[in-house]
């Protein structure tokens, strides 16, 4: 079983930056490609970006593109995801995933497993 506790998140001023962190227990971190999601009050659960295992891939949602950056240090079993020049739109509570499975790593379904999630709230 894996486990996945996300840190970092808060309130930050339009334009402002954070770092989430997202920790796995266990021994397998490095097994599993990494993905973080976010999602806003009344929305659907959206891609934000994903890591490869040896973290030499990322991708990114459009929305995020140049101002988010995912990175990981498989030695200290984390996952990171730090986020510049924020806008309101990016406030929604924000989940760190882990996936082994072989399907498009924007989706959903293609994570086994999931953090409880860290708000981010952006103000104007």
């Known amino acids: 079983q894996v486990q996945l506790v996300e840190s970092g998140g808060g309130l930050v001023q339009a334009g402002g930056s954070l770092r989430l962190s997202c920790v796995s227990s266990g021994r397998t971190f490095s097994t599993f490609t990494m993905g973080w999601f976010r999602q806003a009050p009344g929305k659907e659960r959206d891609f934000v970006g994903s890591?490869?295992?040896?973290?030499?891939?990322?991708n990114y949602a459009d929305s995020v593109k140049g101002r988010f950056t995912i990175s990981r240090d498989n030695a200290k079993n984390t996952v990171y995801l730090q986020m510049n020049s924020l806008k309101p739109d990016d406030t929604a509570v924000y989940y760190c995933?882990?996936?082994?499975?072989?399907?498009?790593?924007?989706?959903?379904?293609?994570?086994?497993?999931w953090g409880q999630g860290t708000q981010v709230t952006v103000s104007s």
């Open positions: 995933a882990a996936s082994s499975r072989v399907l498009p790593l924007w989706s959903t379904p293609a994570y086994n497993y």
């Open positions: 890591i490869t295992r040896g973290g030499s891939t990322t």
